[in-house]
């Protein structure tokens, strides 16, 4: 089921401070220079003006379960851009497996916070999509309160069917490893989702418009919230009460 699971958690108020304008500068460009500035890839115009939460909603969940795919056609979907800390990590320090072997496993959670850490501080609607193990760090869980977080969940069956094990060195040499993994960090997953999809349920296309839909409605409950919170001031736009917004 695709329910939230900790339905009325406060995602606080959206941001003030303005997006930059992006200049208007030639696409392939614009692309160009996103791509070197740490992986945020331009995304198609945000759709039809629509009020989303500003702030990075964030993708976690197990290895393999489609938190990269899933959330850059979600940024897609919703004009917005996309970021994979993953991605960004390598960027920095080089590939993630050979990380883990030069420098060990606990380096590696120490330099992912850092990352993540970074990329939460900044402000704008955005997909962000976290590494597998990244809700093993206290202190990244503690930053998720203050965002709409998504936990795309699946199964080893189905992991075991589509991801590339070369990549994923704690699956690499024991790819039954998934499970034992899941059980271990189910309770921080739980703990930190606002909201579980099922990828080996659903087409990434059906899954990219339910995680959309969902989004959206983040953005316009935050944006309710906001405006209730002020009854005094006189806001330029009417409230549009919806229940199907939540
Ligand atoms: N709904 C889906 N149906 C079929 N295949 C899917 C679906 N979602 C993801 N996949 C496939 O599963 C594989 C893993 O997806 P992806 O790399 O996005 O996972 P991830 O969660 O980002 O993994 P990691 O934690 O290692 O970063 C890919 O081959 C992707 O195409
Ligand atoms: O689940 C994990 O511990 C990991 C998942 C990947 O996304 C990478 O962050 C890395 O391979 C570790
Ligand atoms: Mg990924």
Redesign the pocket.
């Known amino acids: 089921m695709n329910e939230p699971r900790r339905a009325g958690r406060p995602v606080g108020p959206p941001e003030t401070r303005p997006v930059p304008t992006p200049p208007s500068f030639a696409p392939a460009a614009r692309r160009e220079r996103a791509r070197s500035a740490g992986g945020v890839r331009p995304a198609r115009r945000r759709r039809g003006g629509q009020r989303l939460p500003e702030r990075a909603i964030v993708f976690v969940g197990p290895m ?1 379960a489609g ?3 899933l ?1 850059k056609r979600v940024a897609r979907e919703l004009g917005i851009p996309f970021v ?1 800390t ?1 991605a960004q990590f390598v960027r920095k320090y080089g590939p993630i497996a050979e990380f883990f072997v030069t420098h060990g496993e606990d380096e590696f959670r120490r330099r992912e916070a850092e990352v993540i850490a970074h990329e939460l501080a900044e402000t704008g609607a955005r997909i962000v ?1 976290l ?2 193990g990244a809700v093993i760090h206290e202190g990244t869980r503690a930053l998720l309160a203050e965002h709409p977080v998504v936990l795309l969940m699946t199964t080893q069956e189905a992991v075991l069917r589509t991801a590339n094990l070369a990549k994923r060195p704690l699956l690499r040499d024991d790819p039954s490893a998934w499970g034992r993994i899941l059980r271990e960090r189910r309770p921080l997953y739980d703990a930190v989702a606002d909201v579980t999809f099922r990828t080996d349920r659903a087409t990434k296309d059906q899954l990219t418009e339910r995680t959309s839909r969902w989004v959206a409605a983040q953005g316009r409950k935050a944006w309710r919230e906001r405006n209730r919170a002020r009854p005094h001031t006189p806001s330029s736009e009417p409230v549009k009460e919806s229940r199907s917004d939540d």
């Open positions: 393999a938190k990269t795919s959330g994979d993953d999509a590494g597998g």
